[in-house]
């Protein structure tokens, strides 16, 4: 979906699980930059690529991703990305998930129970080396090189002016992103959308639930006319009033 000039949000579904989850990548470019923002499951690239595809540009031509954390549907089809795309390809992420993306650090949320839990909640009818294999992607996730490192309050000068934004919780460098040009603010897990309706993050799946509600305050300075969640898709309407209302409740 084209929301403005130089920025699309993708749709990448599949079954997950035994049921269809849609995620919701980015991408913006100019005349000079193409630029992806969080990379989808482990062995999503083709879908990825198909999502690229439909909107007339192609995954090759990738300049830049930038990674607003580190969990696995963010981070999964990196590699592979970087891969298919030209060599001069940069990844940017905070300087606390870099570690986590390329794998000097165990991913934060991927704990023994935690791998034990998810394998063991897989369908009955999964069969038995689809288990093993996904077992061995959880414990052994994907890495790969963050090229440079980028903070909270710095404009990165690609498509009109990209600024971060710290949203840490859910992870403990979750970044957000606000396209100047188009007022879209893209957040990742910080936010998410609900039939229709733009909530906090899970409580479940946030490292710390407190710093995230209190970091979505952040936010409250720009003028979000869109915001685009890696869950959810698209909330349109009075953004920011709402994620006011959001860090009051």
């Known amino acids: 979906m084209q929301l403005d000039k130089g920025i699309h949000m993708l749709q990448v579904s599949a079954n997950i699980m035994g049921s269809i989850e849609s995620i919701h990548p980015t991408l913006m470019w100019d005349e000079d930059n193409m630029i992806l923002v969080d990379t989808a499951y482990p062995g999503q690239l083709s879908l990825l690529n198909e999502a690229i ?25 990196l590699a592979d990305i970087i891969r298919a795309s030209s060599s001069l390809v940069q990844v940017l992420a905070s300087s606390i998930e870099k570690p986590y993306i390329q794998g000097e650090k165990q991913l934060i949320k991927l704990t023994p129970e935690a791998i034990d839990q998810a394998v063991s909640s897989m369908p009955e009818s999964v069969p038995v080396e689809w288990r093993y294999a996904f077992r061995r992607t959880l414990e052994n996730p994907p890495k790969a090189i963050v090229n440079s490192t980028i903070v909270a309050g710095e ?95």
């Open 53 to 77: 595809l439909d909107t007339g540009l192609a995954i090759h031509k990738l300049t830049s991703i930038l990674i607003t954390h580190q969990d696995l549907d963010h981070i999964g089809s």
């Open 155 to 249: 404009e990165l000068p690609f498509c009109g002016g990209i600024l971060v934004i710290d949203t840490a919780g859910h992870t403990p460098g979750h970044l957000s992103f606000y396209h100047k040009s188009s007022q879209t603010l893209i957040a990742g897990d910080a936010l998410r959308v609900v039939s229709g309706k733009l909530l906090a993050p899970d409580r479940q799946y946030c490292c710390d639930f407190n710093i995230a509600k209190e970091s979505l305050k952040n936010l409250l300075p720009y003028d979000i006319k869109k915001v685009i969640c890696f869950h959810g898709g698209l909330y349109e309407g009075n953004c920011n009033q709402r994620i006011s209302e959001i860090c009051e409740s």
